[in-house]
């Protein structure tokens, strides 16, 4: 991990929980909706995410379409992409992404595939 302060995450309910162990054991603060409800609305998680600086993670496609057409606020998104047999180094990828690229998250929209980055 980089000498930053640790960053702060929201994880909607379709994240991979192996994601949010992995960053809550380097010392992030991630709070995870799929702990407080089973259903979310993306425009309210979206806002929550703005009003306490958390960084979105997300598999839910249509964050793209709050931010990128609606105009949404946004805190910083990371949309994963990850297929079936690719899930295994999800973890460790997300770890990587925080430590090479944590000044870049923050109010970016950042899609996370296997072997491939995209930050807008």
Request: hydrophobic share 45%; proline share 5%.
């Amino acid at each position: 991990m980089t000498d930053s302060a640790p960053l702060r995450f929201l994880a909607d309910e379709s994240c991979d929980f192996a994601v949010i162990r992995a960053w809550r054991e380097a010392g992030h603060d991630v709070l995870s909706i799929a702990e407080f409800t089973s259903r979310s609305d993306d425009a309210e998680l979206i806002a929550q995410a703005y009003r306490e600086r958390r960084i979105l993670i997300t598999e839910d496609k249509d964050f793209g379409w709050l931010v990128f057409v609606s105009g949404a606020n946004s805190p910083g998104v990371i949309l994963v992409r990850f297929p079936g047999s690719a899930r295994a180094s999800l973890p460790q990828s997300v770890l990587k992404l925080v430590a090479n690229l944590s000044a870049k998250l923050p109010h970016s929209f950042v899609v996370l595939a296997p072997g491939q980055t995209r930050i807008s």
